[in-house]
């Protein structure tokens, strides 16, 4: 693909075990702004997948406001149950960058979110660095650019 085309990342994708805590936690927390749901008819038939998520939401968009999106699915029934696995190829990690790490781990903490590490610095890429999980255990890595920071 030419370059030129690339315009950045659409959205990155999330299959929640409980929609309303991710929805907290992204929303609420972290400050991502609801864009839409999609709901599942009320007349779906008893025999489909999704009959239990009639009239609910099956898939959420909230909007970074870089314009970016994160795209949350609610659980279906053959999901039930099934724990993130850190060792899966595939999803790793998503990071956010926020402009004061500090400020932003401080207002995280006092809502509860579980850190797994400390802010630290360094790295190959000279930045502030932190790590969170969502409500099902995703890695996330909130991250504040330096002005040494390569990705600038």
Known sequence: MDHSLLMG???????????????????DLLGFKFKFDTRIPEDVPEGSRFYCLRGR???TYLQGPDGSYLELFTETPERAGKDPDDNRVGYAHMSIRVSD??????????????????ISFGGPDNTYKVWIRDPDGNRIELMEYTPESLQL
């Open 101 to 118: 790490i500090r400020a932003a781990a401080e207002q995280l903490k006092a809502e509860g979110v579980h850190f797994d590490s400390e």
């Open 57 to 59: 939401a099956s898939l």
């Open 9 to 27: 990342i659409s959205h990155t994708a999330f299959n929640c075990a409980d929609i309303e805590k991710s929805l907290h936690f992204y929303r």
